[in-house]
């Protein structure tokens, strides 16, 4: 297949326009019956309430039709009220304000945006550890667990160091992410979705399923956040050891997923049947793939692109629904392995990095993390 990304803007556009005037101020997840239901009104801190307003946010940067602006705002109003109860809240406030406040104040340079994101980042700080040096996960009974989707959480406090010319945050993300290369990924590159650490030694105690098939199995999602996060943290920090990290990472989700056309399993060590796919790992490590070619020497560059090129290829082969009367354009996400009500449906954030690696393709995105 020939790659016509200009094309798929198109479609890309025409889908999400005509979603913009079905939902109106709506927060989209996954559609039931071929449309979205409204996040605002099913729970309002949802940790993927952001992603709707973030691929609105990279379009408006692509295009500068107010449309997507307008639109992006209402999640941005939702976030706020989810600040002000507070208790929804947890690690996946990055993903929530990075893809809302903190992109209109990049984009804008709104004072009230830029507050919300500070806001944001010192309630992610405020969950870190010292015992054992890692922002925890989730709320309730669980202060020893630390998950590896925590890392595409941390440029919160990157940008917040910037902003504010203050070292702390940096610190606090950079702690978080050794913690991540000691307990989390495995010698393989491969990684475990939790670990439950002793919260007051910080000593690791078990590796819980999660939403892979098994404790010790792959779940590619978490594949995903590994590579894309650890990419980030050099990113942010220019530290050679996150960049080996995220190729090691990177060179386990590319054997893996060349297995299966370019198409990842759920989890990678899953028993043969099911087949269970998970696009939106796909679209994320493509991301992730995509942002490693910018960061490695020229000699290496085309092994990171050329197969996140392959992935977005194989995704807009098969995968893609451009029908604008219904909702969702990336088919066969999947929430968890084995999930009776999410398996191989449309989900928002499977959208949003494949709107990210499209627009990465064509030089017109914005870097959100
Ligand atoms: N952060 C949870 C997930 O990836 O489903």
Known sequence: MELNLNS??????AKLQAECGRLGTAIPYIPQNGHYVDMREENLSWWTNGFWAGMLWQLYHATGNELYRKTAEYSEDAMKQAMEQYMGLHHDVGFQLL??????????????ARVMGLHGANLLAGRFNPNGNYIRAWNKDMPGWMIIDCLM???????????????????????????????????????????????????DLEYPAGQGYASGSSWSRG???????????????????YLNAAKRAAHYFIANVAATGYVSLVDFRAPKEPVWYDTTATACAACGLLEIAELVGEAEKELYRSNGLRMIEALLAGHCNWNPEEDGILQNGTVDYGSKTATHVPIIYGDYFLVEA???????DFLIW
Not at 168 to 182: D, F, M, N, S
């Open 8 to 13: 798929v803007l198109a479609k890309i556009e």
């Open 99 to 112: 893809h809302t406040a903190v992109a209109d104040y990049r984009l804008t340079g709104k004072p009230e």
């Open 153 to 203: 959480n941390l440029p919160l406090l990157y940008w917040a160091g910037e902003e504010l010319d203050d070292p702390r945050y940096g610190t606090i993300a950079e702690l978080h992410t050794q913690t991540v290369l000691k307990s989390l990924i495995r010698e393989d590159g491969s990684c475990h979705h939790i670990v439950v650490k002793n919260p007051a030694t910080g000593e």
């Open 223 to 241: 594949q995903s956040w590994a590579v894309y996060g650890l990419a980030l943290a050099f990113h942010h920090t220019g530290k050679t050891e």
């Open 358 to 364: 499209v627009l990465r393709v064509l030089k017109k």
